[in-house]
């Protein structure tokens, strides 16, 4: 028999996994610590003595969110021939992902950190390092691109990044309304329709293009 006032012992990976899940469902704000208790089935005392707080908790659920084991999906960033194919498949998992009917909806990093008081900026920031990051990782890729002649050399790989990552985030709020899996990949398909015209400096609309200014009243007739 354990001793008196021995903490009851639990298996830590399986409360991280709940904790996970309903950070991503909810939210961190959304989050309370009795809903985490009860969801991990421990008491507000071992989490503090497992995890040291709700940030620190939420934290590492996120980073078991972004590791494989979590279900996130940006293997073919690495594992495709041509950076148009990394990109749609990035998408196409992605979108996969989201909707998932065994998982909560939508993407973790983007929508666990909406409307945060003041006093956890904190977690903020730390989910837009993580965008930032997923936005390297897709730079990177188009410039891997341009090296090996599969982009052109004038390619804006900063401006498609961006673009890509903005479609990805809105599938996680699409999701997130309960989007279908066809409807998800019927965006994917308009997103990649505008990759050659992305792509191509003779069709890439100039962003130095002199656009008309208001209508100026006729000139004063004698």
């Not at 996970?20 to 003595?49: C, H, N, P, V």
């Not at 945060?116 to 965008?131: D, K, Q, S, W, Y």
């Not at 609309?205 to 000139?219: A, C, F, I, K």
Request: aromatic fraction near 6%.
């Amino acid at each position: 028999m354990p001793a008196r006032g021995r903490p009851r012992e639990f298996d830590r990976g399986a409360a991280l996994r709940a904790a996970m899940e309903l950070f991503w469902k909810r939210g961190y704000e959304g989050t309370s610590l009795s809903a985490l208790t009860d969801a991990m089935g421990i008491t507000r005392k071992s989490l503090y003595a497992a995890f040291d707080s709700k940030e620190a908790l939420f934290r590492e659920a996120v980073e078991l969110y972004n590791s494989a084991d979590g279900g996130t999906a940006n293997g073919p960033l690495d594992t495709t021939a041509t950076a148009r194919d990394a990109v749609e498949g990035m998408l196409r998992e992605n979108a996969d992902a989201y909707v998932d009917p065994h998982t909560p909806r939508g993407c973790m990093v983007v929508l666990a950190g909406l409307n945060l008081t003041e006093a956890h900026e904190t977690v903020g920031e730390h989910l837009a390092e993580l965008r930032r990051r997923d936005h390297e990782a897709v730079l990177a890729r188009l410039e891997r691109g341009v090296a090996e002649g599969d982009l052109p050399q004038e390619t804006d790989t900063t401006a498609l990044a961006s673009y890509y990552l903005t479609v990805l985030q809105g599938l996680s709020i699409q999701a997130r309304d309960g989007c279908t899996r066809a409807t998800a990949h019927a965006v994917i398909d308009c997103a990649m329709a505008a990759w050659d015209a992305l792509v191509s400096p003779e069709h890439r609309p100039s962003s130095t293009t002199t656009r008309p200014g208001p209508p100026q009243p006729p000139p004063n007739r004698p």
